[in-house]
Structure formats: C-alpha cells, structure tokens
C-alpha cells in the first residue's frame, strides 16, 4: 500500500447530479448522493505518487495527465456516450492500444483489472463501479442516470505489458432530460451516513503535503472494528470543484501490518494540486457493508465560492478541453 496521493487533473465535464447505482459482474460499489446511502462491494485505483523536492517528504506531485481520452498509446472508447435519464442502460467501453486493438490483458490493482469511477460536475455524486470483461475486451455495467445532464467517465487501470505504467482515462457520458443544476455543500467537518458520523480532522493544503485523519462513530460510539477494504480500512478521493481535477489519497497504513488500527480514526497524507474548493469522499466498511462520507473543503486562501454550481458546456464561463466525447 502506497503512502501519499495520486494526482490526475480532469478536463471539464458537463453539470449533472445522478442517484442509485446498479452492478452486476463484479459487483455493486459505493455511490454518494444527498444523503449517501449504503452499499456492498468494492474499488480502489492507484497510481504510485512522484516525489517533488528533495525525495525525502514535503509536498508530492504526480505529472497532469487524464486530460485526454488518450494516453500512453491507449485510447478508452465509450461506445455508450449517451443514454437516457431515468432508464436502465448498458454503459459500454473498451480501452484499445495504440494499434486499434482491444486491450484484454490487465495487471490486477486492489483485486481489480479495471476501476470505474462516475462524477457529476457538481460534484453532489460520486460513485466507483466494477464492470464486466467479455473476452473482447469490451467492459459493461448497467447504469441508471436518473436526472439529466452530463457525466465524467473515468477508467483506472494498468496494461499487463511490460514496465507499462497506471492510466486514467476520461470520456463524457450524457444523460438526455430535464436539467437542474445543483449548489455545492458548505463545508462541514462532520459528514452522517446511513446511521453513521465521520469527522474530519486536517486540512488539504495545495503544494504541501498534510494529514487528514477521518474517525467513524456510530450512535456516539467510536467504531473500533471496521473491516479492510480492498485491502485497506478506508480508501479516500478528492475531487476539485470546477475541473473535476481527481486525487487518489492513500492511507497511512494497512490491516495486518502491526501498527494500523481498525478504528476509529483512518490516517492519510494528501496533497491538493492548488487552491480552490474540492469535494472529498471516503469509503469505508463495517457490518460488511461499504459506505460514503461526503465532504466539502477548502485547500488554501484562494478557494473557489462553492455557492456557486459550475455552468454547462455551451455557456458562458465554461472550459472544455475538447478531449471528451
């Protein structure tokens, strides 16, 4: 298990808020929306962090990448690029390498070849999925995007070649219907969920590495037996507001290594990438069911007004980088 945060800036995405999430195949995982409600399954992507500096700590960087929906010499082709807001659809996509060919070969991260993760530019729902491999190469999953608007697609994984390294890769996913923009939380330490309290001490400072500490309680009562999670007691991913610039944050820690404890508090160090607003969100397991916290926060003086939810693409004050489908 890595200590630190991976750091993938994203292009811009379209606005949207979606809800319940649907997994086959592999399995059901995590999805926040307001409130957060409950699930049980699993994921985690990882990407080992660049040392900035002098090697020996401070701040860690990771180069920009996943502003394209090529990278590497692999492309990631959404063949479901569009869908319809509150019916049941199969979300379609192959990575292909530089030849055109279907990849069909992945080194496993976490128990997983590929990783999912589906956010709303608002940043009011995250959720990460397992999807299916048929032998193509071609991964699936059903979807129900319930409100309309526009999505981000990312696919985490690393190609079983040799010395190939870990890729994201983003494309837009749009939802057809009524749009209805959303407001971004006010910041608050404390984030409830399904019965359950999570506070978070710490702060994400840009360009420095910090510690956030995040203790679960249920009922008053600190949890002291929360259960591993594709290998860890928690697993932690910050979004920032407006580019949906992406961190994977790794805990300080792991079961069974003699140090870690099962709780209350779960230990990470992160680095924000800059100042602004993001929105952070911690899976975690206990009763044998994986759960989301959901948080807002400040990284620096210069943090984004997150009063103020981002425009579409087409309007005024929107950026997009062109590299979505």
Do not use: C
Not at 51 to 65: C, I, L, N, R, V
Not at 165 to 181: E, I, K, V
Not at 266 to 274: E, K
């Amino acid at each position: 298990m890595h200590t630190g945060v991976k750091i993938t800036a994203f292009a811009a995405a379209l606005a949207a808020t979606f809800g319940t999430a649907y997994g086959i195949g592999q399995g059901l995982d995590p999805v926040v929306a307001e409130p957060a409600p409950a699930h049980d399954k699993e994921h985690t992507p990882t990407r080992p962090p660049e040392k900035g500096g002098d090697g020996h700590g401070g701040h860690e960087t990771a180069p920009a990448g996943g502003l394209q929906i090529s990278e590497g010499g692999y492309t990631l082709d959404l063949q479901t690029p569009r869908v319809t807001a509150g019916q049941r659809s199969d979300l379609r996509f192959t990575v292909r390498d530089a030849a055109g060919r279907a990849v069909t070969d992945y080194r496993r991260e976490h128990d997983k070849e590929l990783h999912l993760i589906v956010a709303s530019r608002d940043l009011l729902t995250y959720r990460h999925l397992h999807p299916s491999r048929a032998a193509d190469g071609t991964w699936s999953i059903p979807v129900d995007l319930p409100r309309a608007g526009g999505y981000r697609v990312f696919a985490d994984f690393t190609p079983a070649r040799q010395n190939a390294g870990n890729l994201t890769l983003g494309a837009d996913l749009a939802a057809s219907g009524p749009y209805r923009p959303q407001e971004l939380p006010k910041p608050e330490r404390t984030a409830r969920v399904d019965g359950y309290e999570v506070e978070l001490n710490g702060d994400l400072r840009p360009g420095k590495a910090g510690e956030l500490r995040l203790s679960v309680s249920r009922g008053g009562k600190p949890v002291t037996d929360l259960q591993p999670y594709l290998g860890a007691y928690g697993h932690l991913v910050a979004l920032r507001s407006g580019d949906l610039a992406y961190l994977h944050v790794h805990p300080n820690g792991e079961p069974g290594d003699g140090t870690t404890e099962s709780g209350p508090a779960i230990s990470f160090t992160a680095t924000a990438p800059s100042s602004g607003s993001y929105r952070l969100f911690l899976d975690f397991k206990h009763d044998g069911v994986v759960r989301t916290a959901a948080f807002t926060v400040h990284a620096g003086a210069a943090g984004a007004d997150p009063s103020h939810p981002a425009p579409e693409p087409g309007t005024p004050g929107h950026s997009d980088d062109g590299h979505g489908h």
